[in-house]
């Protein structure tokens, strides 16, 4: 066997809040994108460990220094120690598929980032897996998406993740600058909107921005309620039963809006006997997919430029790992950037 063909190959779907890893030896794993290090000796003594990853980190956040080394998607730049923290999710990634230090085998990535996705950030994430991989490509995340679901002609992709929400137009070729947006309206965003309207309404409740993002992956709706959304927090220390329907909905509604526009303003230029196509196909992916009716509230857009489909991909967390995953087995070795250890 080959060395390329004995490579281990895998898609990454690296997250804001949560990153995703599909392997070719079938390993397929979600952590969340955050490290951390004991703060100080006590803090190593009680946990007997030097690093802590994922679930892990933020169960044991009070004693660490705490580092989500993502922002937008895209690896912090400036810190040092975010880009220790990004190389140590990623080697925790692929150590979880198999991938060893020291390993003979080769390691081969496809690791998607934002669209819009900016050169030099790229060039950030390649340093960061120096050592880690052998061979790597980059593609925006709306991409890897449509590979992984063999939408590669009249689809249009809205990837929702917690950083960005990413959308491309996909012609049967690779997709160009002007095919792809990117909005900062997600789901740390409704996050921030929902976290500032509870304070508002309930001053005395202590909330913080963990508890507010729990709520939301379990409540979160566009529309008319499924059911009043209710949670509990201390208010002067007693817990509290506290009603957040309507902040719930305001903030999940707030990107609506923006993604709305986008996503009318980019079929708007395709081409004009494929857009009845295109609108038939709008594919909703990402974490923020699962926002109950937020398929059916775009769908309803649609109505104004001719009406569409809009369909939300059954596997949001894995979609994009999956199709980072279906480009590294399809890849020519041509198509790969080598990284030297």
């Known amino acids: 066997m080959s060395e390329e063909q004995g490579a281990l190959r895998v898609g990454i779907d690296l997250g804001t809040s949560r990153s995703a890893i599909s392997s070719s030896s079938g390993g ?22 030097d690093l802590l990853v994922g679930q892990e980190a933020l169960e044991n956040r009070t004693m660490l220094d705490l580092h989500r080394p993502l922002e937008r998607g895209l690896i912090k730049e400036g810190s040092e120690r975010d880009l220790q923290a990004a190389r140590e999710l990623l080697r925790h990634l692929l150590s979880l598929v198999g991938a060893k230090n020291g390993k003979a085998r080769q390691v081969r990535a496809v690791v998607g980032v934002p669209a819009a996705a900016l050169r030099t950030n790229k060039q950030y994430l390649r340093n960061a897996l120096k050592g880690v991989v052998d061979s790597l490509m980059i593609v925006s995340e709306p991409f890897a998406v449509a590979y992984g679901l063999n939408a590669l002609v009249h689809a249009l992709i809205i990837d929702i993740g917690a950083g960005t929400t990413d959308f491309c137009v996909m012609k049967g070729r690779y997709p160009t600058d002007e095919d792809q947006r990117t909005l900062t309206a997600a789901g740390d965003s409704i996050d921030a909107h929902l976290h500032k309207a509870i304070q508002a309404r309930y001053p005395n409740a202590s909330v913080t921005l963990f508890m507010v993002r729990g709520w939301k992956e379990q409540h979160s709706f566009v529309g008319e309620p499924p059911a009043p959304v209710v949670v509990t927090a ?15 909905r305001a903030a999940c509604e707030s990107i609506v809006a923006p993604m709305t526009e986008t996503m009318l303003a980019l079929l708007a230029q395709v081409d004009p006997e494929f857009q009845q196509k295109v609108r038939g196909n709008v594919i909703l992916a990402g974490g923020g997919a699962l926002i109950r009716n937020l398929g059916r509230t775009l769908e309803a857009a649609l109505e104004r430029v001719g009406g569409g489909k809009v369909t939300v991909t059954p596997e949001p967390v894995f979609v994009g790992s999956d199709g980072g995953l279906a480009i590294a087995e399809d890849a020519q070795d041509s198509d790969w950037d080598r990284l030297a250890n």
């Open 28 to 49: 397929q794993f979600v952590v969340d994108s955050f490290v951390g290090w004991p703060a100080d000796l006590v803090a190593r003594k009680v946990l007997k460990r």
């Open 234 to 248: 201390p208010v002067d220390g007693v817990p509290t039963e506290l009603d957040i329907t309507n902040e719930m």
